[in-house]
């Protein structure tokens, strides 16, 4: 009778384990209001399979992968602007060696005005690479820009001439005469062979191709003491006193074999440490045919 009194009591009082809905602790209901990681979320739009799975391989210090590809690279343009430079520079250098033979050689007149159209008609180009050329020999003091005509050749006077000379030797005898002192023989024997071509040339009375092996031998030599800046000012000045002056003629074949035959003397001093001959061939060799 008791046992089942005691039954429906317990029968009519809820159990503590089961919660009443809507009364739970929060912790509760957040953990039934969260859906599965898995299973479907109104909130938020469902993420691909794919999607998630590249989505989950990255880390924080790194981006996440794409979802395509890149696009490609584009190509390089097929057709690079160098070539074209090159050859207009190529040009220009042509022409303004070309210029600095005619005036060597006396086919520029001194003080005559020359055209850059009437030019490149004779060589055989469009205006534009003689006046650029032009413009470099203005710089070097060979012609002067004239407005709305063209370039003059410059005239040259006989003291231009000493001056130029002056300076060179100021420049190169004392740097010759130190090469003497220290520069061995078999060094000063290497350069046979520009001599050489300075002879050459003199035998046959090419003065543009004197000009250029005069020069080479000069250059040579002044090398040898290991300072371009040196060279590169004594070639300027070497170039300026080949320009003929301007009512002299052009230089006689045999003018041009007496300057070669001084490289040669110059060599020899140059073996045998001749000091005082080195010296004295040096400054006569400045105002000779080719300097």
């Known amino acids: 009778m008791e046992q089942a009194r005691a039954r429906d009591a317990a029968a009519s009082q809820p159990a503590a384990s089961s919660p009443i809905p809507g009364q739970g602790c929060p912790r509760d209901r957040t953990h039934a209001e969260s859906p599965r990681p898995d299973g479907p979320n109104p909130a938020r739009p469902r993420i691909p399979e794919q999607a998630r799975g590249a989505r989950g391989e990255h880390t924080h210090s790194e981006p996440p992968a794409p979802l395509t590809e890149p696009p490609p690279t584009p190509a390089p343009h097929s057709e690079p ?9 190529s040009v220009r250098g042509q022409i303004l060696a070309a210029l600095r033979t005619a005036l060597v050689v006396g086919e520029l007149v001194p003080g005559e005005v020359y055209s850059a159209p009437a030019l490149g008609l004779r060589f055989g180009v469009s205006a534009t690479p003689v006046r650029e050329a032009m413009q470099q020999l203005a710089i070097e003091g060979a012609v002067e820009v004239v407005p709305n005509r063209g370039f003059r050749v410059a005239v040259r006077s006989p003291l ?16 010759m005469l130190r090469l003497a002192r220290t520069v ?4 000063w024997a290497a350069l046979r062979p520009l001599a050489d071509a300075t ?21 040579a030599v002044l090398s040898l003491a290991g300072n371009q800046q040196l060279v590169t000012v004594a070639d300027d000045l070497h170039r300026r006193s080949q320009w003929p002056l301007t009512s002299a003629p052009v230089t006689r074949r045999a003018d041009l074999i007496a300057d ?10 140059l ?21």
């Open 199 to 219: 002879s050459a040339a003199a035998a046959t009375g090419d003065r543009a191709t004197y000009a250029e092996t005069d020069r080479a031998f000069h250059r």
């Open 81 to 89: 602007l160098a070539p074209r430079t090159v050859q207009r520079h």
């Open 260 to 269: 070669a035959a001084e490289h040669t003397a110059l060599l020899e001093a």
């Open 184 to 187: 061995p023989a078999a060094h």
């Open 160 to 175: 231009e001439l000493a001056e130029l000379a002056e300076v060179r030797a100021l420049i190169e005898v004392p740097v």
């Open 271 to 291: 073996i045998a440490q001749d000091l005082t001959t080195v010296q004295s061939l040096v400054r006569e060799h400045f105002t000779g045919a080719g300097g």
